[in-house]
């Protein structure tokens, strides 16, 4: 039990490492001027599948915060023009919109796992929806903050609409796509590794 409790803390620090590094370099977001793609769902995903929801609750913070720095532009990755203008406008919202939608992803995939997978422990059919399903809490949480909060801030969010549509479009689908890609294989292996 010991063994596990330590393996289970390695893997934990293991997935914050990943993310920090991801977040807070250009490896983990891809920016496109107006906003910025990121993978850094998937080390969430893996580890709320992996080593549970409170685990993920964990490693969505983890991620919140890298957004968060990254909009305020204390990381190596440039903020995007659409956070920036809202940080400019109101920090605290700025703030709410970087840590909710990533605290609500190791939710999302904890419950969409556990329905699909109908009770059982590991079942490698059910990690492609559940990866999906978080990938776009991510995108359709943040997205529509940043819409909701354009709107209260008096910003111009008619001028946005189109924009954050269309990221959420190609973007949102790209994610989702890669998360399920990446999730099921990693996940599968790290169960094997926990087995053993």
């Known amino acids: 039990m010991k063994k596990k409790a ?14 920090l590094v991801l977040g807070m370099t250009p490896l983990g977001l891809i920016p496109l001027g107006f906003i910025n793609v990121t993978i850094l769902c998937v080390p969430v995903i893996v580890g709320t599948i992996v ?18 720095l990254s909009a305020f532009g204390l990381s190596l990755t440039p903020p995007s023009a659409l956070a920036s203008a809202l940080v400019a406008q109101s ?3 700025a703030i709410c919109m970087c840590f909710l939608p990533r605290l609500m992803v190791p939710v999302v995939t904890h419950v969409v796992y556990r329905l699909v997978a109908r009770g059982k422990e590991r079942d490698a059919k059910a ?25 209260l801030c008096g910003l111009d969010s008619a001028a946005v609409l189109t924009i954050i549509g269309g990221t959420g479009l190609i973007a949102g689908g790209s994610e989702a796509a890669v998360a399920a890609i990446i ?8 169960w094997k590794v926990k087995r053993q």
């Not at 999730?183 to 790290?190: E, K, M, Y």
Request: hydrophobic share 65%; charged share 0%.
């Open 127 to 151: 990690l492609p929806f559940a990866a999906v399903a978080g990938s776009l809490t991510n995108t359709v949480l943040y997205l529509g903050m940043m819409l909701l909060f354009y709107y």
């Open 91 to 93: 920090p605290l919202l």
């Open 51 to 68: 080593l549970g929801r409170s685990t993920g609750m964990i490693l969505g913070a983890c991620f919140g915060l890298t957004s968060a």
């Open 183 to 190: 999730v099921t294989p990693v996940a599968v292996a790290l």
């Open 6 to 19: 330590v393996l289970n803390m390695v893997l934990a620090a293991l997935f914050v490492a990943l993310i």
